[in-house]
């Protein structure tokens, strides 16, 4: 009995593990597709001319705004996420503190999804490539 008992411990951990694969896998894959977009927006944006910004981060709260060294395009209308100059993709929040409204934030890049705000409430998500066409068009 405790043989079964290990034994189905053991192919349940390698389920588990094979499963935790799969979706690293098809993050990886959907990370590499967004990238791409966020290349070609790049080079579609400089050609419109559409110029960056400077970026700013918001506290949790929304209530403080912080300086940053970034600057790119909003990709969201609450100006929570952009795309920086670098091609890189941000979250534009950071937790309040008198260092932050004094120095500013340096937000790390993120990888890229292809829905930005997947899972959230409704009205609250917006496909990476529908936010970019968005920002080509002045909206």
Do not use: N
């Amino acid at each position: 009995m405790a043989e079964d008992t290990s034994a189905w411990r053991e192919r349940r951990r390698e389920a588990a593990v094979a499963h935790a694969d799969a979706l690293a896998a098809r993050q990886r894959a959907e990370s590499d597709r967004a990238r791409a977009l966020i290349l070609a927006f790049l080079d579609d944006a400089r050609a419109a001319g559409v110029a960056p910004e400077p970026l700013h981060a918001r506290s949790y709260d929304g209530r403080a705004r912080f300086r940053t060294p970034l600057h790119g395009w909003y990709l969201r209308r609450d100006r929570t996420v952009a795309v920086g100059t670098d091609g890189e993709f941000y979250v534009l929040t950071a937790p309040s503190s008198l260092a932050a409204r004094l120095r500013g934030v340096q937000p790390a890049p993120q990888e890229p999804p292809l829905v930005i705000g997947a899972g959230g409430k409704d009205g609250e998500s917006i496909d990476m490539a529908d936010a970019l066409a968005r920002v080509l068009a002045g909206g």
